[in-house]
C-alpha cells in the first residue's frame, strides 16, 4: 500500500469547515483512498472513501487532486464531537481487507 | 443496528493466565481482524479471517492464537500473556473486498493489562 502522510495535529473553530489533507505521492492506479477517524480510543470508524472522483456523504467530503497524489477530507461544518484523531489511508481494492493506519491527524475542534 | 462488539471493555490479568478476548459481529461478515494500538506505533494487524474456518497472520501475531468456528465469532486467544501484550485490542468485520470495495466496523476496544 502506498505510504501517506499528514500533518499531526491541527485545529479548527467551531462551525467552521475543517479542512485535513493528506499526500500520498506513489499512489497507484488501484489504489483507494479511506479516511476513518478515532475518537479517544474508542474504535475507529469509517468516514468516506473514493478512487478518482470526489465523493460527498452525510459525514464528510472528500476531494482528490486529479493526479491523485493527494486528497483532502472536508468536514463542512465542524463541531466539538468531530474532536479525534483522523487517519488518511490507501489501499488497492485487491489488496485484501488489512488497513495499514499511520499517524493520523489529531483534529482538535474548539469553541 | 449493525454492530461489532468486544468482551470484556477492561481486562487485567496476570503473567501466564490464559485468557479470550471474544469479538461477535452480526452483519454476516466474512472478514475479521484483530488489530493492537499502542502509543507511538499506531494500530497493527495481528490476525485476520476471510471466512469461516480461514485464518491467517497479520503484522504482529506472535503469542496470540485466534479460532473462526463461527462466521459471526472471531476470539482472540492469549495462552500465556505477557507484559508486553498490555494494549488496546480492536476486533474490526467487513464485506470480503471486491472491485467495490467495503468500509470496516469496528468493535468499542478491550483495555488489557497484564501484570
Known amino acids: 500500500d502506498a505510504k501517506t502522510t499528514q500533518p499531526p495535529s491541527m485545529d479548527c473553530a467551531e462551525g467552521r469547515a475543517a479542512n485535513l489533507p493528506c499526500n500520498h505521492s506513489t499512489i497507484s492506479g488501484n489504489e483507494y483512498v479511506y479516511w476513518y477517524r478515532q475518537i479517544h480510543s474508542q474504535g475507529p470508524q469509517y468516514i468516506i472513501h473514493g478512487l478518482k472522483n470526489n465523493e460527498t456523504n452525510e459525514m464528510a467530503s472528500l476531494i482528490i487532486t486529479e493526479d491523485r497524489k493527494s486528497s483532502t477530507l472536508i468536514l463542512p461544518h465542524a463541531t466539538l464531537r468531530d474532536t479525534a484523531v483522523y487517519y488518511c489511508?490507501?489501499?488497492?481494492?485487491?489488496?485484501?481487507?488489512?488497513?495499514?493506519f499511520g499517524g493520523g491527524t489529531r483534529l482538535m475542534v474548539k469553541p | 443496528e449493525a454492530q461489532v462488539t468486544q468482551n470484556p471493555r477492561y481486562l487485567i490479568t496476570v503473567t501466564g493466565k490464559k485468557l479470550t478476548v471474544t469479538c461477535s459481529q452480526n452483519m454476516n461478515h466474512e472478514y475479521m481482524s484483530w488489530y493492537r494500538q499502542d502509543p507511538g506505533l499506531g494500530l497493527r494487524q495481528i490476525y485476520y479471517s476471510m471466512n469461516v474456518e480461514v485464518t491467517d497472520k497479520g503484522d504482529v501475531p506472535e503469542g496470540y492464537k485466534v479460532s473462526r468456528k463461527e462466521k459471526r465469532n472471531f476470539p482472540l486467544i492469549l495462552e500465556s500473556p505477557s507484559p508486553n501484550q498490555t494494549s488496546l485490542y480492536f476486533c474490526a468485520s467487513s464485506l470480503w473486498a471486491g472491485p467495490g470495495d467495503t468500509e470496516a466496523f469496528f468493535g468499542q476496544g478491550t483495555r488489557l493489562t497484564v501484570v
Open positions: 489511508i490507501v489501499r488497492a481494492s485487491n489488496a485484501g481487507n488489512m488497513l495499514t
